[in-house]
């Protein structure tokens, strides 16, 4: 295929996040969960058959799945690769400065930048700084990519930790976090340290979004005493 041709592509497959409608909706779903498209439409604020035509679209183009249970469709992101795609772009935008009117939005504000899932991984500061304490102890390393170590690998499994591998997603990888501009941890030990970590409540979900809260126990996750203290609101 000559470049030109793959610009072509590139282009239209660019297309369909080039919508604001469709951009929420992929935002929205970077949850981890399946919506179903009513309430996708509630979300965007469209009609019924408006969603529609927006959700056939990214299926489409491949950037969401559907599930089919009974007379019911859910649509779900496609995996995790396209999830670290939309959180990666979402942080490269330009971002304004939001007013917020009320103490109550302003807490929602907090606690998403705080500690929050990004698919089925951590982010926020619980997320960037656990890619930090990994580092620093020699968990990962950063020179040829990211990589998990044997040193990485002993304490995955100290903590009960059986990594999950699944056909074309890499043991670890990282995505820019949208919030702190700075990585955090994706692929299969990003998933398994974010599952461990609500299965043990180091963390706990808010309703109503991805946000998440954190408790003391979260140090398990060898994050120094300094950044716990942050990540507990209200200490």
């Not at 058959?49 to 089919?68: A, F, K």
Request: net charge positive; charged share 25%; proline share 4%.
């Amino acid at each position: 295929m000559s470049t030109q041709a793959e610009g072509q592509e590139l282009a239209a497959w660019a297309r369909m996040l080039a919508d604001a409608t469709r951009a929420t909706v992929c935002l929205a779903l970077l949850d981890g969960r399946a919506w179903t498209a009513t309430e996708l439409a509630r979300l965007a604020k469209v009609s019924r058959p408006t969603i529609s035509e927006h959700l056939n679209l990214l299926v489409d183009g491949g950037l969401l799945t559907e599930v089919r249970q009974g007379r019911h469709r859910y649509l779900k992101l496609a995996g995790p690769e396209t999830a670290e795609l939309i959180e990666g772009l979402a942080a490269l935008a330009p971002r304004r400065t939001e007013v917020l009117n009320s103490l109550a939005a302003v807490s929602k504000r907090d606690a998403f930048a705080r500690a929050r899932t990004c698919y089925d991984h951590l982010a926020g500061k619980l997320g960037v700084a656990l890619a930090d304490a990994m580092t620093e102890r020699g968990l990962i390393d950063w020179s040829d990519g990211v990589t998990l170590t044997p040193e990485g690998t002993a304490w995955l499994t100290d903590l009960g930790i059986v990594l999950e591998r699944r056909p074309g997603r890499p043991a670890v990888r990282s995505c820019l976090d949208v919030t702190e501009r700075r990585p955090h941890l994706a692929g299969a030990v990003g998933a398994a340290l974010c599952a461990h970590a609500l299965h043990e409540g180091w963390v706990s979900h808010i309703s109503g979004g991805r946000a998440l809260k954190v408790t003391g126990s979260v140090r398990r996750l060898g994050l120094p005493a300094g950044v716990v203290r942050e990540l507990l609101p209200g200490v």
